[in-house]
């Protein structure tokens, strides 16, 4: 049994499906059955149990699945080390970034990092702030870019910007109509209180997400109930449906398009506001390469980009 074998196991272990699992390894279904099977044979057991659902752990499984999380903890620590002895020569950096945010924000960093280190790789893990936090408790990430506060995680971040969460909607929108205008820093900006949006529909992301659960708290906290048309979208399924005018959406500042058809309004005279901060796994080995690449996050460079 080897690396890839325990990725494999984890990967359908947390799918909870051999063929979504797949699809995540970029293998054939059939390829990663039969590496299933070879493993289940060289142990002896069955490790999972196949159901109408998916598959599901088996006693045995749940023992391989701790075993090869601490494994692989391990093996990256150690690649890490021995990558550190290239002085940044060659390498790999595995970065957690959520789908949305990344598509706007990390290519203008990959862009000088990669001009910085050439010969260093940064494979990037997609996935919303919460299960980050936990790829990063397991240590199968070296860096990631997440929403503070912190749900799960027990280490040292450094937040990195202040982003604005705000709403998302069609440029002939009828809430416009009760927009008002505020001061931010030197510019006007428009705004609108949720109470006097109360009749129009929203398009919302899953209560999995940051922005699922900003949206609904902020409409327990003003006691409202909103009209709903969709309510597990993708933030950027959200917006863009927000755009065509089927909702409205809640979406970051920091991922605003500049599109005609589209208005973005502040929530509330105050705003919404969150900081992204990068975090490391918790009491683990900071590479070289993790931490150059924390640099250029953190640089003047990219600022004025």
């Given at each position: 049994?080897?690396?890839?074998?325990?990725?494999?196991?984890?990967?359908?272990?947390?799918?909870?499906?051999?063929?979504?699992?797949?699809?995540?390894?970029?293998?054939?279904?059939?390829?990663?059955?039969?590496?299933?099977?070879?493993?289940?044979?060289?142990?002896?057991s069955r490790l999972f149990v196949?159901?109408?659902?998916?598959?599901?752990?088996?006693?045995?499984?749940?023992?391989?699945?701790?075993?090869?999380?601490?494994?692989?903890?391990?093996?990256?620590?150690?690649?890490?080390?021995?990558?550190?002895?290239?002085?940044?020569?060659?390498?790999?950096?595995?970065?957690?970034?959520?789908?949305?945010?990344?598509?706007?924000?990390?290519?203008?960093?990959?862009?000088?990092?990669?001009?910085?280190?050439?010969?260093?790789?940064?494979?990037?893990?997609?996935?919303?702030?919460?299960?980050?936090?936990?790829?990063?408790?397991?240590?199968?990430?070296?860096?990631?870019?997440?929403?503070?506060?912190?749900?799960?995680?027990?280490?040292?971040?450094?937040?990195?910007?202040?982003?604005?969460?705000?709403?998302?909607?069609?440029?002939?929108?009828?809430?416009?109509?009760?927009?008002?205008?505020?001061?931010?820093?030197?510019?006007?900006?428009?705004?609108?209180?949720?109470?006097?949006?109360?009749?129009?529909?929203?398009?919302?992301?899953?209560?999995?997400?940051?922005?699922?659960?900003?949206?609904?708290?902020?409409?327990?906290?003003?006691?409202?109930?909103?009209?709903?048309?969709?309510?597990?979208?993708?933030?950027?399924?959200?917006?863009?449906?927000?755009?065509?005018?089927?909702?409205?959406?809640?979406?970051?500042?920091?991922?605003?398009?500049?599109?005609?058809?589209?208005?973005?309004?502040?929530?509330?005279?105050?705003?919404?506001?969150?900081d992204l901060a990068l975090a490391?796994?918790?009491?683990?080995?900071?590479?070289?390469?993790?931490?150059?690449?924390?640099?250029?996050?953190?640089?003047?460079?990219?600022?004025?980009?």
């Open positions: 049994m080897n690396i890839s074998d325990l990725i494999c196991l984890l990967t359908i272990a947390e799918e909870r499906s051999i063929s979504k699992a797949a699809k995540k390894l970029f293998m054939a279904q059939s390829s990663l059955s039969q590496s299933l099977q070879e493993i289940e044979s060289e142990l002896g196949r159901t109408s659902t998916g598959v599901r752990l088996t006693p045995a499984g749940e023992q391989m699945i701790a075993y090869a999380e601490h494994a692989l903890v391990d093996y990256r620590q150690v690649r890490n080390q021995i990558q550190d002895m290239e002085e940044l020569k060659a390498g790999k950096v595995e970065f957690g970034v959520s789908t949305f945010r990344g598509s706007y924000l990390i290519p203008k960093v990959l862009r000088l990092f990669k001009k910085k280190y050439p010969n260093i790789q940064v494979e990037i893990t997609e996935a919303n702030s919460m299960e980050l936090e936990q790829h990063l408790i397991a240590g199968q990430i070296d860096l990631a870019l997440i929403v503070l506060p912190l749900m799960k995680l027990k280490s040292d971040v450094k937040v990195w910007l202040k982003d604005e969460v705000c709403l998302a909607v069609s440029s002939d929108h009828p809430v416009l109509e009760y927009a008002k205008e505020t001061e931010k820093n030197g510019k006007m900006y428009q705004y609108v209180d949720l109470e006097d949006a109360v009749e129009f529909e929203y398009v919302l992301s899953g209560y999995d997400t940051v922005l699922g659960n900003i949206a609904r708290n902020e409409f327990k906290k003003r006691e409202i109930k909103p009209k709903v048309y969709n309510a597990n979208l993708t933030a950027f399924f959200a917006a863009s449906m927000a755009r065509s005018g089927l909702g409205m959406a809640f979406t970051y500042a920091s991922c605003k398009e500049n599109y005609e058809d589209v208005t973005y309004l502040s929530i509330g005279r105050e705003g919404i506001y969150l490391f796994p918790p009491d683990g080995y900071r590479s070289k390469a993790a931490r150059a690449l924390e640099a250029c996050f953190l640089s003047s460079e990219f600022l004025k980009e």
